[in-house]
């Protein structure tokens, strides 16, 4: 029991060796033509450039916090300057799991539309391999810093007074704070990255110009496939990494309550701190194993393939873990008038890993291709993009209603079972089993890019046929991650609010208090604010975009000579004439896609400086000037409000995009036929360029908010306790 902790952080590194190995493998994969390959270094070099930008950028934030806390703390009983030094290695993590996801996507994207020439089967095995790496290097990343950062600590201050446990706990915080804020910042500024080239690329293209997606006459284009990489491989990497990380280290704080009872029931004292390490630890390995799961046969399912990884995993995961918490809890004890049992933690779990799933299921039926809701947007586009719009903000209201029941059951059935603890188990449960989860949703994008680059390669048309199987399965499932992300930052949120409380001695939050009253209208309202700050930041790089677009378009004359062609057959490129793809070559290299790249990536850099300053600020300023109460108050605010808006913003948009889709495959609905280039499809275009930064940008990024506020509160917790206790 005691020699366990130092497995921890060598499970860890095991995950990082078992991702680079998958790495090598990838690099090992035939390459394809010269062209997959020119193009597939240019969206590389594009998202290498973002992540070089928005770095040089973070560092100097980074920096100026790291002396802020460490200067804060210096000194004190329970905590310690060396806080900084978590909070910097938790900022490292979180950057490093981003790049090293990048790097690989983007390494695995054109092998994959090759590997589409010969079959289904290897271009899925390559897709998904490339998204594991995201998921191995975000776990590995997670349990080898914080493995380490508490073996290194236990040494210098050891578990047996009350006073050095709260150090240990207060400054093994600061590893969370840091991954939350380079999620932040990875999140908005990947989503508004992503979603300004997607409306330049869509608007401008599609509607305007009458070409395919992915065309390469399109300026956007590239810069569109890179944002697909910054936003849902390193943005959704960074949030599932923060999630995580904020989920181990609520438990632990909550476990360091029982210190004193295991001890005096001569049981191993720090079995609930430790805990949650342990946990991850196995759900490393488990998630290893589900990766293998993951296989398909030519003319086979996908989206099975996929199930069975993800499935198959949880369920070994629950035996796994009625063993762990068996060994590390004892049987039943009492604390604070409740009466815990291991049995009751293991319960807990078991519904957060359960409420997780069942909410990405809920969000799948709401966003799915074929489903009711989308179909009703279908419908409603007939009449025009106002209908379109008004369905589909119907839809996004009315799936915020399944979501937050099954939250708010798992909430009530994980403290029924084990109090506090059992909620911060719950969003561990949840997120257990990330690194399998982190693959299949990785895995979206890099098939997505992979479909473009055989649009932009010209290859056949069986090819594209693969690429098109693979990435309808990508949109599910990144659908489906949509919804676990904001399940898992929902119950994160709690876990770390709880643990703000029990750090700031807070016992209860009366709402009858005016304090507490006014923080919860506050806190309400900073979800809307902070959602502002980004459309804001997304529709001002679109004009840009679009602009731009529009420029090439008019003064570029190749370009404007290929779209005229491109015009008279209605974007249609089989018929065009022999003598008329003499035109095609002259403008191929002609499109400026480096400026393209260049609008979103500037763009990125300055609204992401705003949102962020709101998220940390606001919390400071409350909590320092007006003290815990209102602190919780407006946390309370922002979680049941930033929940609510994260769900119907990111299901609109995906409702919009899947409408959109539909239309583009052709379906009848009451006789009236939906397909490409009717005015019911240009509708569609329009409630989709509506829903992108919905459900990429403000959506995703209202996940990093109610865990970002409450790592912060729970950071400066026992600074403003004491102010409180003084005043």
């Not at 240019?42 to 100026?64: C, N, P, Q, R, T």
């Not at 391999?129 to 493995?147: D, E, I, Y």
């Not at 300004?196 to 608007?203: E, F, I, N, R, S």
């Not at 399109?218 to 890179?226: F, L």
């Amino acid at each position: 029991m005691t020699d366990i902790k130092y497995c921890i952080p060598i499970i860890g590194l095991i995950r990082l060796l078992f991702a680079f190995y998958k790495s090598y493998w990838i690099g090992k994969q035939e390459k394809g033509s010269e062209k997959m390959q020119k193009i597939g270094v240019a969206i590389s070099d594009g998202a290498m450039a973002f992540l070089k930008a928005e770095y040089s950028v973070l560092v100097y934030f980074v920096i100026v916090v790291a002396a802020l806390l460490a200067w804060m703390n210096a000194g004190k009983d329970d905590s310690s300057a060396l806080i900084s030094v978590s909070f910097i290695l938790g900022a490292v993590s979180s950057a490093l799991a981003g790049y090293i996801g990048m790097k690989v996507a983007t390494k695995a994207n054109y092998r994959t539309t090759h590997a589409a020439k010969t079959g289904l089967e290897k271009a899925l095995a390559i897709a998904f391999t490339g998204g594991s790496v995201m998921g191995l290097a975000v776990v590995g990343l997670g349990v080898f810093g914080l493995g380490a950062l508490y073996i290194v600590y236990e040494n210098l201050w050891g578990w047996e007074t009350i006073q050095s446990a709260s150090k240990i706990i207060n400054v093994i915080t600061g590893f969370s704070l840091g991954a939350s804020s380079i999620a932040l910042f990875a999140r908005v500024g990947g989503g508004i990255y992503t979603k300004a080239a997607d409306v330049g690329a869509d608007l401008v293209g599609k509607v305007e110009a009458g070409i395919p997606e992915d065309h390469p006459l399109n300026p956007a284009t590239i810069a569109d496939n890179v944002g697909d990489n910054v936003g849902d491989v390193a943005g959704m990497g960074a949030d599932l990494f923060e999630s995580y990380i904020g989920s181990i280290i609520g438990s632990m704080v909550l476990g360091g309550a029982f210190i004193p009872v295991f001890r005096s029931m001569g049981y191993n004292a720090t079995g609930a701190v430790i805990l949650p390490l342990i946990l991850a630890a196995v759900g490393i390995i488990i998630s290893i194993i589900g990766t293998f799961m993951v296989r398909v046969k030519e003319g086979g399912n996908p989206q099975t393939a996929l199930n069975i990884g993800e499935f198959g995993s949880s369920a070994i995961m629950i035996v796994a873990f009625y063993f762990i918490i068996n060994k590390f809890l004892p049987e039943s004890w009492s604390f604070g008038g409740i009466d815990y049992t291991a049995m009751g933690v293991f319960y807990a779990t078991i519904i957060g890993l359960v409420a997780g799933l069942l909410v990405g299921l809920v969000t799948e039926h709401y966003t799915k291709l074929g489903g009711k809701p989308v179909l009703s947007i279908v419908r409603q586009s007939k009449t025009g993009a106002a209908t379109n719009i008004i369905a589909g903000i119907g839809v996004g209201f009315e799936s915020t209603a399944m979501p937050v029941m099954l939250i708010a059951a798992g909430i009530m059935g994980a403290y029924y079972f084990a109090g506090l603890y059992g909620i911060a188990l719950a969003a561990l449960g949840m997120l257990a089993n990330t690194g399998i989860q982190l693959a299949v949703d990785a895995y979206g994008p890099i098939s997505d890019n992979a479909g473009g680059i055989a649009q932009m390669s010209q290859q056949p048309e069986v090819v594209r046929q693969r690429t098109d199987k693979l990435d309808a399965v990508g949109n599910t499932t990144a659908a489906i991650g949509k919804g676990f992300a904001i399940a898992s930052a929902a119950l994160t949120a709690l876990a770390l609010f709880a643990a703000f409380m029990q750090q700031a001695n807070i016992k209860s939050i009366n709402i009858a208090d005016p304090k507490v009253m006014a923080g919860l209208f506050v806190g309400a309202m900073l979800p809307f604010l902070f959602s502002s700050f980004a459309m804001k930041a997304v529709g001002a790089a679109a004009m840009s975009m679009v602009e731009e677009v529009r420029r090439q378009f008019k003064e570029i004359p190749e370009l404007k000579a290929a779209l005229s062609i491109m015009k008279k057959y209605d974007g249609d490129e089989s018929k065009i004439k022999d003598e008329e793809l003499k035109v095609f070559e002259k403008a191929e290299g002609k499109p400026d896609y480096k400026t393209c790249i260049k609008i979103s990536t500037n763009a990125a850099m300055k609204g992401m400086i705003l949102p962020g300053v709101l998220a940390i600020g606001s919390v400071v300023f409350v909590g320092f000037v007006f003290g815990a109460t209102m602190l919780g108050g407006l946390l309370a605010g922002i979680t049941t409000s930033g929940v609510l808006l994260a769900i119907f913003q990111s299901n609109t948009g995906g409702a919009w995009d899947n409408a959109k889709k539909q239309i583009e495959e052709g379906v009848e609905i009451d006789g009236y036929k939906y397909e490409k280039g009717g005015e019911a499809h240009k509708a569609s275009v329009v409630g989709d360029t509506v829903g992108d930064p919905f459900k990429d940008t403000s959506g995703p990024s209202l996940n990093i908010l109610l865990k970002l506020t409450s790592v912060v509160a729970l950071v400066i917790a026992p600074l403003i306790a004491v102010k409180d206790a003084i005043s």
